[in-house]
Antibody, heavy 119, light 110 residues
Framework: QVQLVESGGGVVQPGRSLRLSCGAFGFTFRDHGMHWVRQAPGKGLEWVAVIWDDGSNEYYAASVKGRFTISRDDSKNTLYLQMNSLRAEDTAIYYC????????????WGQGTLVTVSS | QSALTQLASVSGSSGQSITISCTGTSSDVAAYNYVSWYQQHPGKAPKLLIYDVNRRPSGVSNRFSGSKSGNTASLTISGLRPEDEADYYCSSYTISSTYVFGTGTQVTVL
């Protein structure tokens, strides 16, 4: 069955960098666009970024554009989120999510990894 | 891109029907039939309930249904059950090829 497993979260100081990973299992990874979605403590969901199935395009939320980079390694069935210049407001659970071919929704979700930006 | 607008909370008795609304703009909800809905229980990852406005993924109860009119989408839960108590979020694809979520609605089953 489809499984997404995030890792790489932790506590980081403001201004520093962190890279999140999302391992994909149970499906053909290269056939699907992948997203990162975050949720600050006690708050709602916020879409962060998407990378197309073929890796040809990436799009970002305005709040992270220029600081975060989404990427994928289809040989490792892994999605990444490189987060630079981290701010306190980036503190959140980060979920990876899979879409469907030609789909515009988040069909499967991982359990999330917590990123805390604090000095 | 501002979040789509949802009422903060909605409540209903077991067996009743409730409707959650999601209001966007001409750049998102009104632009495409690409609205989806998610259910999130405390401490859990969100779960897809509805996609493309009114389509249900396999395994989702037919008590959940979606619709859209103009820049407002709606999720209806029929035959409300205690396990439906959760947070619900809408999402829309936008004309900028990005995505936006709603502010979220907490559903309480009385």
């Amino acid at each position: 069955q489809v499984q997404l497993v995030e890792s790489g979260g932790g506590v980081v100081q403001p201004g520093r960098s962190l890279r999140l990973s999302c391992g994909a299992f149970g499906f053909t990874f290269r056939d699907h666009g992948m997203h990162w979605v975050r949720q600050a403590p006690g708050k709602g969901l916020e879409w962060v970024a998407v990378i197309w199935d073929d890796g040809s395009n990436e799009y970002y939320a305005a709040s992270v554009k220029g600081r975060f980079t989404i990427s994928r390694d289809d040989s490792k069935n892994t999605l990444y989120l490189q987060m630079n210049s981290l701010r306190a407001e980036d503190t959140a659970i980060y979920y990876c999510a899979r879409d469907e071919p030609r789909g515009t929704y988040f069909h499967y979700w991982g359990q999330g990894t917590l990123v805390t930006v604090s000095s | 891109q501002s979040a789509l607008t949802q009422l903060a909370s909605v409540s209903g008795s077991s067996g009743q029907s409730i409707t959650i609304s999601c209001t966007g703009t001409s750049s998102d909800v009104a632009a495409y039939n690409y609205v989806s809905w998610y259910q999130q229980h405390p401490g859990k990852a969100p779960k897809l309930l509805i996609y493309d406005v009114n389509r249900r993924p396999s395994g989702v109860s037919n008590r959940f249904s979606g619709s859209k009119s103009g820049n407002t989408a709606s999720l209806t839960i029929s035959g409300l059950r205690p396990e439906d108590e959760a947070d619900y979020y809408c999402s829309s694809y936008t004309i900028s090829s990005t995505y936006v979520f709603g502010t979220g609605t907490q559903v309480t089953v009385l």
